[in-house]
């Protein structure tokens, strides 16, 4: 991943600390679409060079680390890479994982993760 790829993902973090994402899990329940803050972080997650190639239904520890924000914020790298990886893939078949992973902190908590790991570069 590149450094301006970087840049730009960790540019919705203060989008969250806003509370721009906090209804995306609702918004998306009553009216089956993504709001505009969803559509933007799937697309610089899509670009941003972090998704994997890896059998994702494979992975077991997907389950915990999405249930529980403090598991992702010791996260290593890799872990991190395939928990996006599986979200977003997961997405295609479960419409609307992304804004409720968005509303339960979870995305934030990787973001955060990712913010972390750089400057410990």
């Given at each position: 991943?590149?450094t ?35 559509d ?40 991190v ?41």
């Amino acid at each position: 991943m590149d450094t301006e790829s970087l840049a730009n993902l960790l540019s919705f973090l203060p989008r969250f600390e806003r509370g721009e994402f906090a209804t995306a899990s609702e918004q998306y329940r009553s009216t089956g679409q993504y709001i505009e803050a969803v559509d933007d972080l799937i697309q610089a997650i899509s670009n941003s060079g972090l998704l994997l190639q890896f059998d994702w239904t494979a992975w077991k520890d997907a389950a915990r680390y999405s249930r529980d924000s403090s598991l992702v914020r010791t996260a290593d790298l890799e872990t991190v890479r395939r928990l996006l990886t599986t979200i977003f893939r997961q997405d295609r078949f479960v419409g609307g994982l992304v804004p409720r992973v968005c509303s339960s902190g979870i995305m934030k908590a990787l973001l955060e993760r990712l913010a972390q790991l750089s400057r410990d570069r």
